[in-house]
Every structure is written in structure tokens, then in C-alpha cells.
């Protein structure tokens, strides 16, 4: 099946330091890719059995092979520079935008809307499926707590 990728706000690192870190680690034709375009959030990619293999393996060989690159900057030059879309073939890499899709990366975000209910909500009023960083907000943060209480060994199974 396809792989899912999501970009982050737009308040998330922006071309300058990511587009030099891809640089430093592929070259200055990876940077051009990077600088100018939304960076893509590499905390969260998901997809079809086979096309989550293909890049699990590519983003292992592009960090083992140079230890000095970010995790970030490896997935978003596998992603923008087209490799990962030419290895998953005849699956597609889909590039959701910031707002869209069913994946919310909120580092860099100004605000996360919500629905009466709390969820964080995208663009079209649709609650995502995942909120990724929901810690960036205080008071996600605090509603997740209260929502999900940790609950103490003795109560977890009846006793």
C-alpha cells in the first residue's frame, strides 16, 4: 500500500536549518530540494506493510552510512528528492499537507483546533486519527491526563 508522509506547520523548521542539514549530509542538490518547501514531520510515517519495509530499510542505510545526519534530514531527502517514491513503486509516497490528512504533527504549531469534545480537529472539522506532539500544548497535554488517568497495578486488573 501507499506510504503516508505529513508536513508540519508552519512554524516547524523551515527550509534554513533543515535545508542545511540535508545538505550537509547529501549534498547541495538534496539542499535546493529542502529549501523553499514545508519540512516534512519524521515522527510519524505510515503505510502499507511492504512500503513501511522499503523505507524503515532505506532510512537504517541512509543514518547508518552517515552518522552525522538527523533522522529529519534523512527522511526528508528520501522523500523530497523522489528515492523513496521510485523504491515503493507501484505504491505511491503521499505528501499530506499541515491541516490535512488524518495525522497531526503539532511541533512548530501555533495552535491546534479542537471540537467540543477536545479532539484535535483538521481543516475540514474531521478529528485526526493521530496527534503527534500533543505535549507542545499545555492544555492537551492537561486533558490527556485527565482523560487517560494512569491507573495503579492493583486496579488495573480488578483487584
Not at 29 to 43: F, H, I, M, R, Y
Not at 60 to 78: F, M, V
Not at 90 to 102: E, L
Request: a positive charge.
Amino acid at each position: 500500500g501507499d506510504l503516508h508522509t505529513f508536513e508540519m506547520a508552519e512554524g516547524g523548521k523551515r527550509g534554513g536549518k533543515l535545508g542545511d542539514a540535508v545538505s550537509e549530509c547529501f549534498g547541495k542538490e538534496s539542499k535546493a530540494a529542502a529549501d523553499g518547501v514545508t519540512p516534512l514531520c519524521s515522527g510519524v510515517t505510515v503505510g502499507g506493510w511492504d512500503s513501511v519495509m522499503v523505507y524503515v530499510g532505506m532510512m537504517s542505510d541512509k543514518l547508518s552510512a552517515k552518522a552525522e545526519c538527523t533522522e529529519a534530514a534523512a527522511h526528508n531527502h528520501i522523500v523530497r528528492s523522489g528515492e523513496l517514491g521510485a523504491a515503493v513503486r507501484p505504491a505511491r509516497v503521499k505528501v499530506h499537507s499541515h491541516g490535512r490528512g488524518f495525522v497531526a504533527p503539532l511541533e512548530g504549531a501555533k495552535d491546534a483546533r479542537r471540537d467540543l469534545l477536545g479532539r484535535v480537529i483538521n481543516a475540514d472539522g474531521v478529528p485526526y486519527a493521530v496527534v503527534h506532539r500533543y505535549s507542545a500544548f499545555g492544555k492537551l497535554s492537561e486533558q490527556y491526563k485527565k482523560q487517560y488517568p494512569i491507573i495503579a497495578d492493583g486496579e488495573l486488573h480488578g483487584k
